[in-house]
């Protein structure tokens, strides 16, 4: 059974950072790209970033130059670093993972920026 578990959200003054993991179980990681969602209170989930196999990415225009998404293989982890963080950024963040034609999401992990 595939599962995601996010960790390292939490609460942080605007112009700070955070570093979110996502540990994956379940599938051959190093062979499925990962995403990461972000959802604010009333509204809809939104693609934040994501990387494929071989270490391509790609990003919301809204965290161009302060997010970094990474993935270490050989922990079956990815990972999103957050820098110069803003309070338009608070929501719950999400793991996301497609494999074998079913969308496979994290529990979720509440970032909050607020000063």
């Known amino acids: 059974q595939l599962q995601l578990v996010e960790s390292g959200g939490g609460l942080v003054q605007p112009g700070g950072s955070l570093r979110l993991s996502c540990a994956a179980s379940?599938?051959?990681?190093?062979?499925?790209?990962m995403g990461w969602y972000r959802q604010a209170p009333g509204k809809q989930r939104d693609l934040v970033a994501e990387?494929?196999?071989?270490?391509?990415?790609k990003y919301a225009d809204s965290v161009k130059g302060r997010f970094t998404v990474s993935r270490d293989n050989a922990k079956n982890t990815v990972y999103l670093q957050m820098n110069s963080l803003k309070p338009e950024d608070t929501a719950v963040y999400y793991c996301y993972a497609f494999y074998q034609f079913r969308d496979y999401w994290g529990q979720g992990t509440q970032v909050t920026v607020s000063s």
């Open positions: 379940g599938f051959i990681f190093s062979l499925r790209p």
């Open positions: 990387i494929t196999s071989d270490g391509s990415t």
